[in-house]
């Protein structure tokens, strides 16, 4: 495989040619960890909207039907019937006619009241228009349920695992070719119990490691190597937003107004020109008019992103460059504030990010600590034992935030807050992070005998230890394969001198993230404050 495009166009990444292996993975830089953090991949609306240019039904799940009944069947052998809701049937109950069920859209079904099943803990029944709708009593065999990862999907995320293999594996040597020969806590994957990210992080392993029916005749099927993913409970999960967090809460209502008034003209120019369409301008007017979503056109964007992601054609007075600019507005009401809000985006994004900077520190300390020139001090219990690779399986609101923590939005040397480059991630889009050692520095028999404490540890987010050798390691961030620039390393002296800004320095990384990352307890007494 060369070149994954998904379909449609979706979730594009480079080509892997021998030029681009060897420009960004020269021999004296030794990779030490990655961390992916993907969104999952196409799915279908998560409401029924637009019945006159949507399908009656969305019949994109052939296969994705049966394996989401097995995954769920799995799941609940796996979890225990403690973790079995009440709000929904269970799938094993009616598994002949598993589509015309009303499907959880999370792993572990929500058993509170309905009244309390809202943002992250609700499932795609109370997300459709009425409980009573018909849609499934017209199901079939193919029919996705709402929000439901489609074989569109399923296939998206596939590609996404060949491509890591190719690169990481057949390219870089970095992994071994084989799941059987992964070491111990080597590859650790997690996912929110969302269904359609646990199976899109399924599709990535079996790209990643795919098993194949010779393999499968030769041991058994019981015998094949099993590769563990972790999930958490929704008030630990750190990989769609914390509502608990009121002060977050608060800012993003602040911010959506904020936005709107910056982007009037525009936003005013879209909302006319939704409400002219023959097709869908009523309904889209009530939604913007009467929906409390922070972002109103949002939920028009979702379906016409969905008929685009599945092939299907829009109304001819719609163009894809306008579904494009409705990704854009979007973006701007949802995420746009964490630009101009640093407290936003430490509200959205510190918990995340915490976890992603101590999977690097762990994985630095271990490196140092088996160097006999350093005296290290910062010694790591048995439980830190730090990735080689980390796969993180999440949604648009695990990616955007997150870019925007990075800097994604100034690649361009702009000041006005109007022209930052704010995007709505794609499905199956990957931020990719690569910890380099550079072999040169580090194993060099001159200097860096006794490191001292860096002199810029106190510019460093507090959840990162002061006495950490940062001497000759290097981060670099791509978002779909692409290197980009996190801001604070574009700066001489923070970057890698011949591979130039997109390889920054480890402590430059940590530096641009002391505004947006703190302790568990910083965080939480922040969620308390008033804004």
Not at 223 to 237: A, G
Not at 289 to 300: F, G, R, Y
Not at 465 to 478: A, C, Q
Request: with cysteine.
């Amino acid at each position: 495989m060369s070149v994954f495009t998904g379909y449609n166009g979706l979730s594009l990444f480079p080509k892997l040619s021998d030029d681009l292996v060897k420009q960004n993975y020269p021999k004296h830089l030794q990779l030490v960890q990655v961390q992916i953090y993907h969104r999952h991949g196409e799915r279908v609306p998560i409401a029924r909207k637009f019945k006159n240019i949507t399908p009656e039904t969305w019949d994109y799940c052939k296969y994705a039907n049966h394996f989401h009944q097995k995954f769920r069947q799995s799941m609940i052998r796996a979890g225990g019937t403690h973790h079995v809701g009440q709000s929904t049937p269970l799938d094993e109950a009616a598994p002949v006619e598993f589509w015309k069920t009303y499907r959880e859209e999370r792993i572990f079904p929500n058993d509170l009241p309905r009244d309390q099943q809202v943002g992250a803990g609700g499932t795609i029944a109370d997300k459709k228009e009425d409980p009573n709708d018909n849609y499934y009593s017209i199901a079939n065999k193919n029919t996705c349920g709402w929000g439901q990862l489609s074989d569109v999907g399923w296939s998206s995320m596939r590609g996404v695992g060949n491509y890591l293999r190719e690169l990481y594996v057949d390219r870089l040597g970095y992994l071994p070719s084989s799941r059987e020969d992964i070491k111990p806590d080597s590859l650790y994957i997690r996912t929110t119990d969302y269904s359609r990210a646990l199976e899109s992080v399924h599709q990535v392993i079996s790209g990643l490691y795919p098993v194949t029916k010779d393999e499968i005749e030769r041991v058994g099927e019981d015998n094949i190597k099993k590769i563990p993913v972790f999930t958490r409970t929704v008030k630990d999960e750190n990989m769609f937003l914390n509502y608990s967090c009121q002060a977050m809460k608060s800012l993003l209502w602040k911010m959506r107004e904020t936005t709107l008034k910056m982007f009037s003209e525009s936003s005013k120019e879209i909302k006319d020109k939704i409400i002219s369409f023959s097709t869908i301008g009523k309904e889209s007017e009530k939604i913007i008019n009467n929906s409390k979503a922070i972002s109103p056109v949002h939920i028009i964007f979702d379906s016409l992103m969905a008929l685009e992601a599945h092939g299907l054609k829009l109304p001819d007075e719609i163009t894809h460059e306008f579904v494009d600019q409705l990704g854009k507005q979007s973006a701007k009401q949802w995420l746009y504030g964490a630009t101009i809000s640093e407290k936003l985006t430490r509200l959205q994004t510190g918990p995340i990010g915490r976890e992603m900077l101590l999977h690097i520190t762990n994985k630095v300390s271990q490196i140092n600590s088996k160097n006999p020139k350093y005296i290290v001090s910062n010694k790591l219990a048995p439980y830190q034992k730090p990735p080689e690779f980390a796969i993180f399986s999440g949604h648009d609101t695990t990616i955007g935030p997150l870019l925007l923590a990075l800097g994604y939005h100034k690649q361009s040397d702009v000041s006005d807050p109007k022209d930052f480059n704010v995007i709505w991630p794609e499905f199956g889009s990957v931020i990719s992070l690569e910890v380099f050692q550079d072999t040169e520095v580090t194993n060099s028999p001159i200097g860096f005998e006794t490191p001292k404490v860096n002199k810029n540890s106190d510019q460093w987010p507090n959840p990162i230890p002061k006495d950490l050798i940062t001497d000759g390691f290097y981060v670099r961030v791509s978002y779909d394969g692409k290197p980009f620039v996190i801001p604070t390393c574009k700066l001489e002296g923070n970057h890698h001198s011949e591979s130039g800004p997109t390889l920054c320095t480890l402590d430059a990384f940590f530096k641009h993230f002391k505004p947006y990352v703190q302790t568990a307890h910083e965080w939480k007494t922040e969620c308390r404050l008033p804004i």
